[in-house]
């Protein structure tokens, strides 16, 4: 790898944010006005939270940079705009791509304020990469090794899938874990999965379409096959059975023989995963301290399409967080509060973050209501749309080829070997990315 492209690990950045020279970072946080507003947090948090409980931050499926790391520098695939360019998305494959890919660090615009905020609350808080390619198990495996790790007691506190790994670790770890857990928060976590994960499976994505217009020799439905459709995890993801009213998932005849559907071994795994964690975690559930998002046009229903080649279809409804159904994130005897920030923004938002300062140190919080005084989103405000999660309209048929992606406006700034990863339009178009995956409307500002 050209070293003029390599990224600074997690570490070297949040100390060159505590510095004065942070101005490079820019690229890399999305403008100088994000640099200023993650410098002045990272130094207000520089010494606060030392000696403070320990709190693990594990971010949610995708919110972990993948790549391949090196002595002196690492190359990020996930999530890096030029590597995607170049056609290195396939190394993520779980089939026939790089076994030398690991987690390297977090996306840091998503998760570097709540570990921050969390210091300035008393916590020495740590973010937790992992692997989001794989199963529960092996997730859980990982987490627990460092819960382990720490000294004393530690919190957990999980965003999306993050947030199912902690559950997996309290339900299902051994007792010398358990032992050493404090409290664990879930904040969206789609505790019985995500309707819309089956569009990501089948192609339909919105961000599927625009991966595909900047990986070369990929369409959208080859990607989904091929690379994310290797994942243990986006088959974990899928309703589970216990929650779904919807058509058989497990059925090949639901899928559409002309899109991507989910594999046959991979799902049957996921469903042993999801009937163990299923009936362990009532024993836990009352230790579980839920943030729960509403008022977000969501996926909620999948339906098969109206033709015989047509991908499956969406309802939505604004009874979720943009990505997670409330009904799929909500366990039977945890307790719940809830927000109307959308599913990314929730780790961002500072009303969440100081809640869950509340929930970690008291187990409870004032700030956030405890029930949803919205109630369920009423049926005629559901809107049957295009496969993918479509905000509540219709969009562009997903059979057809997606839009170009927008040009860069120089050719400086094009995505190549030349181009520098953290040019200003590959920043827009990561942040167009990573919205579109995590569901939501334009996040919160981050600090």
């Known amino acids: 790898m050209d070293p003029e492209r390599a990224r ?11 510095e004065a020279g942070a101005g490079s970072l820019a690229d890399l946080l999305g403008g100088d006005e994000a640099v200023r507003a993650f410098s002045d947090l990272a130094q207000a948090a520089d010494t606060a939270g030392a000696g403070g409980e320990q709190v693990l931050v594990v971010p949610g499926v995708m919110g972990s940079t993948l790549g391949l790391r090196g002595a002196l520098w690492d190359d990020v695939i996930w999530l890096d ?16 791509g790089d076994p030398r890919v690991e987690p390297l660090g977090v996306l840091l615009p998503a998760y570097l304020p709540l570990k921050l905020r969390l210091r300035l609350a008393g916590f020495e808080a740590t973010l937790h990469p992992w692997d989001w390619r794989l199963g529960l198990r092996a997730a859980a495996e990982g987490l627990a090794r460092a819960v382990l790790a720490a000294p004393g007691r530690v919190h957990v506190v999980g965003h999306s899938m993050g947030g199912l790994v902690a559950q997996a670790v309290l339900a299902l770890g051994p007792d010398a874990v358990r032992e050493r857990l404090g409290r664990v928060v879930t904040l969206g976590t789609p505790s019985w999965g995500a309707p819309a994960v089956a569009t990501v499976l089948q192609g339909t994505h ?22 994310f459709g290797s ?19 497990d059925h090949p005849s639901t899928w559409s023989a002309a899109w991507p559907a989910p594999r046959p071994d991979l799902l049957a795994r996921a469903r042993e995963e999801q009937a163990e964690l299923a009936a362990a975690r009532p024993g836990v559930a009352g230790s579980l301290l839920q943030v729960v998002g509403v008022g977000q046009p969501t996926v909620v229903a999948l339906d098969p399409g109206d033709e015989p080649d047509a991908p499956l279809a969406t309802t939505t409804s604004t009874d979720g967080d943009g990505t997670v159904p409330r009904g799929f994130a909500e366990l039977d005897g945890a307790p719940t509060w809830y927000s109307t920030a959308s599913h990314g923004a929730l780790p961002r938002s500072l009303l969440v973050v100081e809640a869950v300062g509340d929930l970690l140190r008291d187990g409870t919080t004032a700030r956030l209501p405890s029930r949803d005084a919205r ?21 562009p048929d997903p059979r057809e080829p997606p ?3 927008e040009p860069p406006a120089s050719r400086e700034d094009a995505p190549s070997e030349e181009a520098p990863a953290g040019s200003r339009w590959s920043w827009l178009e990561l942040r167009r990315l990573a919205q579109e995956f995590v569901g939501g409307a334009d996040p919160e500002p981050s600090p």
């Open 403 to 405: 839009a170009p992606v």
């Open 231 to 249: 994942f243990p995890s986006t088959h974990l993801l899928l309703p589970w059975r216990d929650r779904w009213r919807g058509p058989d998932l």
């Open 81 to 96: 705009l030029v590597d995607i360019a170049l056609g290195r998305l396939a190394w993520l494959s779980l089939d026939d």
């Open 375 to 395: 109630g369920p989103d009423p049926a005629d405000r559901s809107r049957r749309g295009p496969p993918g999660p479509d905000r509540g309209r219709r969009g």
């Open 8 to 18: 600074p690990r997690d570490a070297d950045v949040e100390a060159r944010l505590r």
């Open 206 to 227: 919105p961000a599927m379409a625009r991966l595909a217009a900047l990986h070369p020799g990929h369409d959208a439905r080859a990607l989904a096959r091929d690379v």
